[in-house]
Nanobody, 124 residues
């Protein structure tokens, strides 16, 4: 049984930082690309960042470039996202997801497994 468990969310003031973690089990972690998505109230879920199996290649959405950094530790079966300079518009539930591969890393349909999400709230 595959499980992805996010942690590290919380309430932070604008300009602050958070580090999200996603611990994976029940799959060969190093065989999966990993992604972070988020969903704000009343909005569709959107791509935030992704990292290839080896960790050598990463992708970010435009709003996250220069502020968010995705990384992974295949020995610990964990993917991280360091979020700096947080803004109120970053408020959302953040989900990690696992994909066996393919094109269009920004599409949620590429991802097979999903976590339950962790709430990030940024106050102004």
């Amino acid at each position: 049984q595959v499980q992805l468990v996010e942690s590290g969310g919380g309430l932070v003031q604008a300009g602050g930082s958070l580090r999200l973690s996603c611990a994976a089990s029940g799959l060969i972690f190093s065989s999966y690309d990993m992604g972070w998505f988020r969903q704000a109230p009343g909005k569709e879920r959107e791509f935030v960042a992704a990292i290839r199996k080896s960790g050598e290649t990463t992708y970010n959405c435009d709003s996250a470039k220069g502020r968010f950094t995705i990384s992974r530790d295949n020995a610990k079966n964990t993917v991280y996202m360091q979020m700096n300079s947080l803004k109120p518009e970053d408020t959302a539930v953040y989900y990690c997801a696992a994909s066996p591969g393919g094109l269009n890393y920004r599409s949620e349909y590429r991802y097979t497994y999903w976590g339950q999400g962790t709430q990030v709230t940024v106050s102004s």
